[in-house]
C-alpha cells in the first residue's frame, strides 16, 4: 500500500531575525509544495528525483547525504519516538520546480510530508502539536540553529503569529501577496550567524531593533485580521528599514542587497502599499502587497527589474 502526504512551503511577512531571539513573527504558508509517497520495504530508501539521487541508508548512519538528510533524519526521529515496524521506501517531489531554491522552505515542508506519510502509514496518530514538535526536532538535529517557524506553516498552514515554538493561527481571509525572485539563492544559515555575531557584539542596539520589529508584527497581525492591506504595506516597509539597520560585515544594506532593494523599489514605484525581503535576506524572494487594481502592475514591474515572479497562492492549508 502507498501512502501519500504533501506539506506547503512558507513565506515569512513579518518579523525575521527577530525571531531568532524570542521576539514574534508573521508567517504564512505558500502553495509551492513538497509531495511525498511512501510505502513499506524491505530497506530504507529516499528517491529524490528532483535531487537527482537515490540513497539506500539505515537509521543508525552517523550522517546523511546533504540532498536526503531531511527525508533521512525526519524517518530516523519518527522511529525514536515510535519505532517503526518496517523499512520505508520514500520518494519526493517538489510541485515548484524551482522551489528548493527560491526560499520557500523545502527543507521543513519535505520534512512535514515525511513526518505526516509516516504516521498515516503506520495509523499512529499525531496532533498538529505533536507532528510540529517532531518536525522542529528534526530541522534542528540537520541544521543545529533554527526558529521553527518554517516547520510551523508547513505543519499548520494557513497564517500564523508565531513564538518560538508557540504557533498562533490568524484570520488572513483575502492575504494576496506579489512573490519576486531574486535570482540569487540566499544562504540562510550563514546570514543567520553573521548576525548572530553582530548582536553579541552589540547586544543593547540589536535587542531595540528586535523589540522595534515585534512591535510591527504585533500591528501587522491587526491589520491582517481587518483586511487593512494599505496598514500592512505599510509596517512591512518599516520592518524592511529595520532589516537595512542590521550592521552585517559584508553586507552594505544589512541583510538586504541591492537586488533586494531594486525589486521592493520597483514595485513601490508601480504602486504597492508595501515590500520588503522574505526571509533570511541578501538573496531569496521579497514579497508586495498591492491595490487589487495594481497587482498586474506591480507583478511587470518587479520581472523589468530583474526579478521572477513566483505564481504561488498563500496562506493555504498545512500538512496533509
Known sequence: METMSRAPGKLMLL???????????????????????????????????????????????????????????????????????????????????????????????????????????????????????LCYK???????????????????????????????????EGLDLTIGYTGMPAHTTEIVRKVAAQVDEQPGYYENIFDEIEKLVIMATKAIEEKDWASLGSLMNENQEFLREMQVPSEELGVSSEIIEKLINSALDAGAYGAKLSGAGVGDCIIAIS???????????????????????VNVPGAE
Open 15 to 133: 518579523g525575521e531575525h527577530a525571531v531568532v531571539y524570542g521576539r514574534k513573527c508573521i508567517v504564512t504558508a505558500v502553495d509551492a509544495p513538497v509531495t511525498v509517497s511512501l510505502r513499506s520495504h524491505e530497506k530504507f530508501v529516499i528517491n529524490a528525483p528532483d535531487l537527482k539521487i537515490s540513497h539506500e541508508f539505515t537509521l543508525s548512519d552517523p550522517e546523511y547525504p546533504k540532498e536526503v538528510s531531511f527525508a533521512a533524519t525526519a524517518v530516523k526521529m519518527f522511529n525514536a519516538k515510535f519505532a517503526l515496524p518496517s523499512p520505508v521506501s520514500i520518494t519526493t517531489k517538489s510541485l515548484l520546480s524551482s522551489e528548493r531554491k527560491v526560499g520557500l522552505g523545502s527543507s521543513a515542508s519535505v520534512t512535514a510530508a515525511v513526518m505526516k506519510a509516516l504516521s498515516n502509514h503506520f495509523s499512529i496518530k499525531l496532533e498538529k502539536k505533536e507532528l510540529f514538535d
Open 138 to 172: 528534526t530541522i534542528l538535529e540537520v541544521q543545529k540553529v533554527g526558529s521553527g517557524f518554517d516547520a510551523a506553516a508547513a505543519v499548520f498552514g494557513g497564517t500564523l503569529m508565531y513564538k518560538k515554538g508557540q504557533p498562533m493561527p490568524i484570520k488572513s
Open 291 to 313: 491595490p487589487i487594481e495594481r497587482k498586474n502592475e506591480v507583478e511587470e514591474a518587479i520581472a523589468r527589474a530583474g526579478g521572477t515572479i513566483i505564481d504561488a497562492k
